[in-house]
């Protein structure tokens, strides 16, 4: 089993900015397979969508609508990945989760990141 830790949400104003830090604990074993880490949002009344993803080797991909606005980075050592977000805006209000992929989907407990215009 995988327990996911998320934190870093929260209220700011257009143009801020905020970090979401999730930490990843269980099984030594378990720990030591994991493939990909990301985030997803879901905003209200809106599907969820993946916002962004880092794979074990470092490669990153994101949504077009954060591309250059949002850093995914990860400290192995930690089991630990983040989502630096600069130049928020409103529209990137909503429930942030970050996942982890093993054999299986983890899932964190998710995040409010609200941004006001």
């Known amino acids: 089993q995988v327990q996911l830790v998320e934190s870093g949400g929260g209220l700011v104003q257009a143009g801020g900015s905020l970090r979401l830090s999730c930490t990843a604990s269980?099984?030594?074993?378990?720990?030591?397979?994991?493939?990909?880490m990301g985030w997803y949002r879901q905003a209200p009344g809106k599907q969820r969508e993946s916002v962004a993803v880092i794979t074990s080797g470092g490669s990153t991909n994101y949504a077009d609508s954060v591309e250059s606005r949002f850093t995914i980075s990860s400290d192995n050592a930690q089991n630990t990945v983040y989502l630096q977000m600069n130049s928020l805006k409103p529209e990137d209000t909503g429930v942030y989760s970050c996942y982890v992929i093993l054999v299986n989907v983890y899932w964190g407990q998710g995040t409010q990141v609200t941004v006001s215009s």
């Open positions: 269980g099984s030594i074993r378990s720990i030591s397979r994991i493939n990909d």
